[in-house]
């Protein structure tokens, strides 16, 4: 084969270090960003937080006034301490099985480039007065603190076996069994496990430390919250009807927790009524006074901590039309840290082209941050311009939104669209939602329009809360009454979307 030389010519995307970072910060939610902040500041030394307010440098990314409708509406998009930082083509890159009769039961009671040059360091100064944080006002709780400091479980059961006289060896039954408890109040592991855990394989002291575990299940079982102790939930429901007042229907309802739970499930009086002999009439009440148990008594002394969603965007009536801002709160305040950059200036001696390195990768993550609020804020601008109507009527006024008119209207991809509305939350009158609630797929309607899929589910939800408990509507009636509305809706979609409202089935939703 014959040797020789071509020239061909290609091309190729590559992403580099500052555009990874740039995608990688889109696509963090708040929290995440926080935690990242922090670990930036850890690792290089010439980030800093902004303590003080700067003079503001008007960067070019002031109020803006955009028309939502030429007669009536505006549509005004202001930014605070926000800046310009690259341009938007930086940013762009990106069966359900059949649950268990307790599940259901449960259910029932209960109701996610290029480089350029590097700016001066003076450009990344301050902009905005942190937030600020009074630690004087007594009046003031932490609502983390409170939920911390809520009692156990484990510490309201072993308050209540102080009042007992036990030997050494139940003391020492009793402790070990509540500390084995589980969140809800279940002891999930049978008692001759706990015992061989400490017995091992001594027979004689394995029946010794199982009697004393069944002595102190007892004691366990007749402490307060009712139900706790219990190993399953048949246990658990029979345990609390102990302590509910002897009649027919209290006899009634332990005799249907003796029973298979997907009877109970079911609702399916007849064959209860079969089973424990009582007639129908008793077996309803029955059933009511069971679904007023708790079928996990344990959960109201969890310690959860619970996850305060922080609204990355905030929207505000203003006039005829809405402001749309981003909120300054989730906003870190960073600059480059001048004396450390001075002295690099000045001393450009070994080891300097590490740490030049280390000072422009801090004025990349900054303006990386920059970017990505102004691509949210770009973003929420061109959702609540589209979705006009639901922050005036709400969300039966919904329109079908899919990602690529956005990213159309933007010039940006749609996996750029897709990073921004995840786990990013807009204040609005209405409440706090997330942005991906805003796009919504389209259902044909009797006059060749479309009709959006969020606003199908708010009328499902409305069909259902003013329906009659005696007589709750199936998913077939439902998708006849959205076919009266001139919406084309086919019982499967409404099963689904009744699914996704976590409402129950028509069965489940009857009052008997």
């Given at each position: 084969m014959k040797q020789?030389?071509?020239?061909?010519?290609?091309?190729?995307?590559?992403l580099t270090p500052q555009l990874q970072q740039s995608i990688r910060l889109l696509q963090l939610s708040t929290l995440e960003l926080s935690q990242e902040v922090e670990q930036m500041i850890d690792e290089n030394p010439f980030l800093?937080?902004?303590?003080?307010?700067?003079?503001?440098?008007d960067f070019g990314l002031g109020a803006v006034d955009t028309p939502v409708s030429q007669e009536t509406r505006e549509f005004e998009s202001t930014t605070d301490s926000i800046a310009v930082g690259a341009d938007d083509s930086g940013a762009a890159g990106q069966n359900d099985?059949?649950?268990?009769?307790?599940?259901k039961l449960e259910e029932s009671w209960e109701g996610d480039g290029s480089v350029e040059t590097a700016p001066d360091d003076n450009e990344w100064g301050g902009d905005a007065t942190p937030r600020k944080n009074n630690n004087n006002d007594d009046s003031d709780v932490d609502a983390t603190e409170l939920a911390r400091s809520q009692e156990s479980l484990q510490d309201h059961l072993h308050r209540q076996a102080l009042s007992l006289r036990l030997s050494p060896e139940g003391k020492a039954a009793l402790h070990f069994l509540i500390e084995s408890l589980n969140d809800d109040g279940y002891l999930e592991d049978s008692l001759t496990s706990l015992a061989a855990g400490l017995a091992g394989d001594d027979v004689e002291q394995l029946e010794a430390v199982a009697h004393e575990f069944a002595v102190a299940l007892k004691l366990l079982q007749h402490?307060?919250?009712?139900?706790?102790?219990?190993r399953n939930l048949a246990e658990c429901l029979s345990l609390q009807l102990l302590d509910c007042k002897n009649n027919d229907e209290t006899r009634a309802a332990i005799a249907i927790c003796q029973q298979p739970m997907e009877l109970l499930a079911k609702r399916d009086v007849k064959r209860l009524s079969?089973?424990?002999?009582?007639p129908d009439a008793v077996i309803k009440g029955a059933i009511g006074l069971i679904g007023r148990l708790d079928p996990k008594p344990g959960r109201r002394f969890v310690n959860v901590e619970r996850n305060l969603i922080v609204p990355d965007v905030l929207v505000v009536k203003s006039g005829r039309g809405f402001k749309v801002s981003?909120?300054?709160?989730?906003?870190?305040?960073?600059?480059?840290?001048?004396?450390?950059?001075?002295?690099?200036?000045?001393?450009?001696?070994?080891g300097g082209q590490a740490l030049q390195q280390r000072l422009q990768e801090a004025r990349w993550f900054i303006k990386n941050i920059q970017q990505r609020?102004?691509?949210i804020l770009r973003v929420s601008s061109a959702i609540v311009e589209r979705q006009k109507n639901f922050f005036t009527h709400g969300e039966l006024a919904m329109r079908p939104l899919v990602l690529r008119e956005i990213a159309d209207e933007l010039g940006l991809h749609e996996s750029t669209i897709s990073r921004v509305t995840t786990a990013k939350y807009m204040s609005t009158p209405f409440g706090t939602f997330e942005l991906k609630y805003f796009f919504g797929s389209a259902l044909g309607t009797e006059t060749g329009g479309n009709a959006s899929s969020t606003a199908v589910r708010a009328l499902i939800k409305q069909f259902v809360a003013s329906e009659s408990l005696k007589k709750p509507l199936s998913d077939n009636q439902i998708s006849e009454m959205l076919k009266e509305q001139g919406i084309e809706c086919a019982r499967r979609t409404v099963a689904k979307y009744r699914e996704a409202l976590r409402i129950a089935p028509a069965n489940l939703r009857k009052s008997l």
């Open positions: 020789g030389l071509s020239l061909r010519v290609s091309q190729h995307l590559a800093e937080v902004a303590e003080e307010a700067a003079p503001r440098e099985s059949e649950p268990s009769s307790e599940a402490m307060e919250p009712a139900g706790v102790g219990a079969q089973l424990c002999g009582c981003l909120n300054s709160e989730v906003m870190p305040r960073l600059r480059v840290h001048d004396i450390y950059a001075n002295a690099l200036k000045q001393n450009k001696g070994q609020f102004d691509t």
